[in-house]
């Protein structure tokens, strides 16, 4: 059973930075697409950034364009959520997601639908 481990959530000041952490337990991340969800308090769970295989396709949320930044470390088997600016719309509870992709080392899906393992969620809070 492939498992994520997310990690780095916390409460943060408005302005102030968290980095997110999606580890693969148990199975390597080299093959899989990474994406970055999250969902606030009464509302739907939205995509918020994505990262190919490859690492050099991403895809933002016009919310957080700028702000935050999507990596992975194949060494690591984890991918990461930099999140810098933070504001109090931010939070949320933040899920990682993946599906496999073999060939197209530049694929991004950004829906939900297309991705078949999650994590269990982190809190992130951004409160003064």
């Known amino acids: 059973q492939l498992q994520l481990v997310e990690s780095g959530g916390g409460l943060v000041q408005p302005g102030g930075s968290l980095r997110l952490s999606c580890a693969a337990s148990?199975?390597?991340?080299?093959?899989?697409?990474v994406g970055w969800f999250r969902r606030a308090p009464g509302k739907e769970r939205e995509g918020v950034s994505f990262i190919s295989t490859s690492g050099y396709s991403t895809n933002y949320a016009d919310s957080v364009k700028g702000r935050f930044t999507i990596s992975r470390d194949a060494a690591k088997d984890t991918a990461y959520l930099q999140m810098n600016s933070l504001k109090p719309e931010d939070t949320a509870v933040y899920y990682c997601?993946?599906?496999?992709?073999?060939?197209?080392?530049?694929?991004?899906?950004?829906?939900?639908?297309?991705?078949?393992?999650w994590g269990q969620g982190i809190q992130v809070t951004v409160s003064s």
């Open positions: 148990g199975f390597s991340l080299d093959f899989y697409v």
């Open positions: 997601a993946i599906v496999k992709s073999l060939y197209d080392k530049t694929f991004v899906p950004t829906e939900e639908y297309e991705y078949d393992y």
